[in-house]
């Protein structure tokens, strides 16, 4: 009874350490940088607010140099340019940009896990800089739709509110907690810096896993 006891032992010794190897091998190993990069289907939005569904995307960019995709391009001398539905040329609004933002479906992961938010201002006009905002994520293909999204935060861009910082610039990246993982991306402008036509920033990457 003493020999099979001690020999079943270091069978179920055996089994649990085989299965805790082959369970191991399966976890995905991730990286961690951009989420988004150059060349991800990008829709721009506006009258739009967190939860909800999409009240109008496209056609309110300035010009097809300051479309979506230049959000994520990777460089500072571009921007993207949203009138929102107050804004427009040579026509000031309160806060133009609230409500505006885009939605993106990275294509570097279809299952990433955004952490953090980086911003990099515009050219020119600092009223127009987008100073709160909110990031949903989903896993549905609905993405008009306001309840195929999940809240993962909701607060500062990095760029301050009183002091103006340079232009075409980095600002401090945003980290918060997150341990979901999402398909697509939903940014949208809760508050701007000031009166203005427009609001506008060179750069809005979503960081994180994938």
């Known amino acids: 009874m003493m020999k099979y006891d001690c020999n079943?032992?270091?069978?179920?010794?055996?089994?649990?350490?085989?299965?805790?190897?082959?369970?191991?091998?399966?976890?995905?190993?991730?990286?961690f940088g951009t989420i988004t990069r150059a060349g991800d289907p990008i829709v721009g939005i506006y009258n739009t607010s967190a939860g909800m569904s999409t009240g109008c995307k496209n056609g309110s960019f300035s010009s097809s140099s300051e479309m979506p995709p230049e959000a994520i391009d990777n460089l500072t001398s571009t921007k993207y340019l949203n009138f929102g539905s107050t804004g427009g040329f040579n026509i000031e609004a309160p806060a133009p940009g609230v409500d505006t933002g885009f939605y993106v479906t990275p294509t570097i992961s279809n299952n990433s896990i955004a952490t953090a938010l980086l911003f990099a201002t515009a050219n020119d006009?600092?009223?127009?800089?987008?100073?709160?905002?909110?990031?949903?994520?989903?896993?549905?293909?609905?993405?008009?739709?306001?309840?195929?999204?999940?809240?993962?935060?909701?607060?500062s861009t990095g760029i301050d509110p009183t002091t103006v910082p340079a232009r075409q610039q980095y600002v401090t990246q945003q980290n918060f907690s997150n341990t979901i993982a999402y398909k697509s991306y939903r940014l949208l402008v809760t508050s701007q810096r000031g009166s203005d036509w427009a609001v506008q920033y060179s750069e809005a990457q979503i960081i994180g896993y994938y």
Do not use: C, F, M
């Not at 079943?8 to 990286?31: A, F, G, P, W, Y």
């Open 8 to 31: 079943h032992q270091n069978e179920s010794s055996t089994v649990t350490d085989s299965s805790t190897l082959v369970t191991s091998s399966l976890i995905k190993v991730r990286s």
């Open 125 to 155: 006009s600092p009223n127009r800089d987008p100073i709160t905002v909110t990031l949903e994520g989903s896993n549905s293909n609905a993405l008009d739709i306001g309840s195929s999204w999940t809240l993962i935060y909701n607060g």
